[in-house]
């Protein structure tokens, strides 16, 4: 009732000003004729009536004002009244304003956009059903995290009872045929409770369900809603069809549902049962079922703890072996690793990313910084007109209140301007972002973002307001107008040099912390890969159907296939117009080929079965090397000579050469590389090291050997193609050539050897960039503080500088002092940066290559540059104050 | 504004309002007038003050008001205690007796 009372009698006093002030003056006046009357009534004359009712009552106006300005309305009208005078001051200043609201709006604008990208990966739970609940599990593996065995996994799940489900999966990349051009696709084997611990059941159809599983069961798939509207134009009829991968028939069984996102394997698009064979588990440990490729999850039971499922895990763990019996690699001997799967995907980039969102946040502060700097000033040139406002009787709360109003406005400008600064910066990160970076999908501009905007502006529009108006004691609101605005200008250029110094030092921090990544980026691609990546162009060619699978008669017969078709394909390749060497290979360098694939045991003669060197092993087509660039040490390359009935042939590389035979010829020595009841590989050359999997990694020791001569044909090799002209230009060329062999077998990763090893180091690129940016914009927006400053102290000088020219002063002498000046804030604002700069590098220390922490040159180089675009910044004031005319500046005091 | 009014007790002035507006309408300076005269000049109530504590009162619905005629057919903006309003007066003037003979406990134990 009362509320109600408020609000209607608010809306009438706010809608119906003047009605509501004339009532309120008439009951004053009225009050005061009463008075009056009464006075007179007793006698007084008209005269000494009036006198004494004002004496009784106070002013006629300070009563009018009091009781007029009861209300909220009155509240929400100073409000509009501040924000209409805030809105002419920033007219009045367009300059100021357009500095303030675009530093603003970049420092808003990039800690949101880096707050968008790392709140989806470290923070916002994972998009399923009590995601909290979801756990990752691995072995180890000398220290390391490693996969499970399928025989592992069907012990853990049946002897736990914390779990309610488990789920195993591995990658699966099917070649669908049938369509117009055979398409690669990325999906996953999975366990059939999978989507039950993620929680997220198919839209259409079914659910996988324990009849799914093992060997010999009818081929079945799941695929995504997005499968569905691309390949199927939506069909919602969609279960029950078949399609056609690697030459089977899968049914479609369901169809997630639109939105659902596998963070396990974000492009996956459809689902299939795994094919193990439970049977197996206890009859063979030389099987796929106890290999260790497949990973594993499992959803907690309600009420039980990640704590108590680890213990339960290792308890099981320990089981004896004749209860538990499982072969050596998987003996779980050293426990295993329970993460939450959310930290478990963030892990790799976790680093990254906080560095990242520290180093914004530091931009973010030196802006709001730079900001505060340019109001200080700005109000120590209105001390006159807040010392009138005082005069004529408001309160300090109440030039809070405009401040405030003032800087709000500003602010939310700025926020505005940031907000959409930060959406395209969304898009920027998205487009920029590694292939490490998980969770993708689930980067843009959300609500939470904007919340998280909001909350910087109302935090920054506080703080704006409120140091200045600390500086405005009530003292000096009413010391009067008359009062030179020297002491107030003072005390407000120290609190601005104390802001500049920790702008300086916070610029230091970035820039020492970009610094050490640019040298560590310079060390990487210093880094000799071994190749020559330019005008190479490489793409995957994959084999897929039955036509390779063995004939029943004639075992090896699929492998023949296999060969014949690369070797035609590689002929047909390099007779394509532009085409200046080719060359195939099972393992392409600084690609995202997976090193356990590629990764043998290699023997020589000389070692036994415990010893040997893991190698990677290199299954290429004549010519490779020489298309490839890779130096020939000693001996020979591979040629068309080390055929099927050859004698078995091998290069070396020279690391390997070297930990194995010193100074000694390799040459016509004898490896063996994987089984060992093949016959020997000889040694016929040593090459130079090749990276395989990324520059900054040494492992170096490779056996390349004829891919005719290999105990298996690999069903998927890379082709690389030196190209007399741009790389790009003869792609499709180059596809039809392969596809004129067969047309049915997919091209993937079509891509010029630069790109791949962009691509290979695209997080530390991706990480560079953003500092390099940061650091570039911190050091201008400290330049531009430090500029500020010292042209407020050089004209809040220009009286003494005028006393000391006329005393004999040179010009060279007021240079001096001011640069002087500015230069001893850089330097304290350096030294308090390097005490942060150091915490900085450190905590950034796992992001770096070659580079050691207290690396000289980014510390020197980066005190140089500060010092030198600081000097820039604080000769412009010296320079004006050195060329005043102390006459003018004398005569104007 | 409460600042000012150092004349009343601070919290009393609502109670004075609404237990001088029980017996009769009245407008804003016979308030004022009526308040001194029962105190016997003990609490003087400036207009500022009055009119903002009417103001309030008013939206609190324990209020009318209405423009009238006075005794002296002046026109003169009269206030009416509402139903609300009296039942407000008999809770403070509990709650008013309630602090009184509080305190006055606490003093005799003084004495």
Redo the contacts between chains.
């Keep these: ?2 509320i109600w ?2 609000a209607t ?2 809306l009438r006093g706010f809608f119906h000003r003047g009605a509501r002030e004339r ?2 003056e ?3 006046q ?6 009056t ?2 006075y007179r009534s007793a006698g007084l004359s008209d005269d000494e009536a009036r006198r004494a009712a004002l004496r009784e ?2 002013t006629f106006h ?6 007029r ?3 909220w309305e009155n509240t929400v009208r100073a409000f509009f009244a501040d924000l209409r005078f805030a809105w002419r001051q920033l007219r009045r200043n367009p300059g100021f304003a357009t500095v303030s609201i675009v530093t603003l709006g970049l420092g808003i604008g990039a800690s949101t956009a880096i707050f968008s990208a790392v709140n989806p990966i470290l923070f916002k739970p994972l998009p399923y059903p009590n995601s909290g609940r979801i756990l990752m599990v691995w072995s180890t593996w000398r220290g390391a995290r490693s996969e499970v065995a399928f025989g592992t996994w069907r012990e853990l799940s049946a002897r736990n009872r914390s779990f309610d489900s488990t789920a195993i999966f591995e990658p699966w990349q099917p070649t669908m045929t049938g369509r117009d051009e055979p398409q690669r696709l990325e999906g996953q084997k999975v366990s059939a409770g999978f989507f039950r611990v993620l929680g997220v059941p198919p839209l259409l159809g079914r659910d996988f369900n324990a009849t799914d599983e093992g060997p010999n069961k009818p081929n079945v798939v799941i695929i995504s809603d997005r499968l569905r509207q691309q390949m199927f134009h939506g069909d919602t009829a969609i279960v029950g069809k078949t399609l056609k991968l690697d030459g089977d028939n899968y049914t479609v069984i369901g169809v997630m549902p639109r939105g659902f996102q596998d963070v396990l394997s974000p492009t996956a698009e459809l689902w299939t049962p795994d094919r193990y064979d439970s049977t197996q588990i206890a009859r063979e440990f030389d099987s796929w079922e106890w290999g260790n490729h497949l990973r594993m999850i499992g959803r907690l039971r309600a009420g039980v703890t990640r704590g108590e499922a680890v213990q339960e895990l290792a308890g099981i763990a320990k089981t004896p072996w004749p209860q538990f019996p499982r072969p050596r690699w998987a003996s779980l001997e050293r426990g295993l690793v329970v993460d939450t799967l959310q930290d478990d995907i963030a892990r790799t980039v976790r680093p990254a990313l906080l560095a990242v969102f520290g180093a914004v946040i530091i931009v973010l502060v030196i802006a709001c910084v730079n900001v505060i700097n340019l109001l200080l000033a700005r109000s120590s040139q209105r001390t006159g007109e807040f010392a009138v406002r005082g005069a004529l009787g408001a309160s300090r709360v109440r030039i809070l209140r405009q401040l405030i109003t003032e800087s709000m406005l500003l602010t939310m400008l700025g926020g505005a301007l940031g907000v959409v600064m930060a959406i395209a910066g969304v898009r920027l990160i998205v487009a920029l972002s590694p292939p490490e970076l998980p969770r993708l999908d689930a980067i843009h501009f959300d609500p939470t973002a904007f919340l998280f905007a909001s909350i910087l502006v109302a935090l920054i529009g506080l703080a704006a307001g409120t140091v200045p108006a600390l500086h405005i004691s009530r003292n000096e609101l009413q010391s009067g107008v008359q009062r030179a605005s020297r002491r107030i200008a003072g005390t407000h250029l120290w609190t601005r040099r104390f802001l500049v110094m920790g702008e300086i030092a916070l610029a230091f921090v970035l820039l020492v912390s970009a610094g050490l990544l640019v040298r560590s980026m310079q060390r990487l691609v210093s880094v000799p890969s071994g190749f020559n990546p330019s005008q190479l162009l490489t793409m995957q060619v994959v084999t897929s159907g039955h036509q390779f699978d063995d004939l029943k008669s004639n075992p090896g017969s699929g492998d023949d296939r296999r060969r014949r078709f690369f070797g035609q394909a590689l002929d047909a390749v390099r007779r394509v117009p532009g085409v200046d060497r080719a060359a195939f290979t099972s393992l392409l360098p600084l690609s995202d080929d997976l090193p356990v694939v590629g990764q043998y045991g290699a023997q020589f003669d000389d070692q036994d079965a415990s010893s040997g060197y893991t190698v990677f092993r290199y299954a290429v087509s004549p010519g490779y090397c020489q298309t490839m660039g890779i130096r020939l040490e000693s001996g020979r390359f591979l040629d068309e000579r080390d055929t099927d009935g050859a004698p078995q042939t091998a290069l070396i590389s020279e690391s390997l050469a070297r930990h194995h035979f010193g100074d000694q010829n390799p040459i016509g020595r004898r490896l063996h590389v994987g089984p060992r009841n093949r016959p020997w590989y000889t040694v016929v050359g040593v090459v130079g090291n090749v990276k395989q999997t990324s520059l900054a990694i040494d492992q170096d020791d490779a056996v390349y050997i004829p891919a005719r001569q290999t105990w298996f044909a690999d069903d998927t090799l890379s082709f690389v193609i030196r190209t007399r002209g741009a790389p790009a230009a003869i792609v499709r060329a180059v596809e039809h050539a392969i596809w004129s062999v067969d047309k049915d077998q997919p091209i993937v990763r079509i891509l010029a050897m630069n790109r791949l090893m962009e691509i290979t180091e695209a997080q530390r690129r991706f990480i560079l960039i953003l500092f390099e940016t940061f650091g570039v914009v911190a050091l201008l927006l400290a330049a531009i503080g430090l500029y500020g400053v010292l042209s407020g102290s050089v004209a809040e000088r220009n009286h003494e500088i005028g006393v000391r020219m006329a005393l004999g002063a040179t010009r060279g002498n007021i240079l001096a002092m001011a640069l002087r000046d500015g230069m001893r804030l850089t330097a304290f604002g350096i030294g308090i940066g390097l005490l942060g700069a150091f915490a900085a590098s450190r905590a950034i220390a796992s992001l770096l290559f070659g580079t050691s922490t207290l690396d000289p040159m980014s510390w020197i180089g980066m005190l140089g540059l500060l010092a030198i675009v600081a000097a820039l910044a604080c000769w412009v004031p010296a320079w004006r104050g050195a060329n005043l005319d102390p006459a003018a500046t004398l005569r104007s005091e | ?1 409460t600042e000012q009014n150092t004349d009343v007790i601070q919290g009393t002035l609502d109670l004075l309002i609404l237990k001088t507006l029980s017996l009769e309408p009245m ?4 308030i ?2 009526r308040v001194e005269q029962v105190s016997h000049g003990v609490f003087k109530v ?4 009055l ?2 504590a009417l ?2 009162l ?4 324990w209020l009318d008001s209405g423009w009238r005629n ?1 005794e ?1 057919s ?4 009269f206030y009416t205690l509402t139903r ?1 309003g009296r039942k407000q007066l008999e809770i403070e003037t509990a709650d008013w007796t309630r602090r009184v003979s509080a305190i006055a406990r606490l003093l005799e134990q003084e004495a």
């Excluded at chain 1, 009225?30 to 008075?35: E, G, L, M, S």
């Excluded at chain 1, 300070?62 to 009781?67: G, N, R």
């Design positions: 009732m009362s009372r408020q009698h608010g009532e309120i008439d009951e004053v009225n009050y005061f004729d009463a008075a009357a009464e009552c106070g300070a009563a009018k004002e009091e009781a300005s009861y209300g | 504004m407008h804003g300076f016979g004022a007038r400036n207009p500022g003050s009119l903002t103001q309030r008013e939206r609190a619905g006075t002296n002046r026109r003169a903006k609300a």
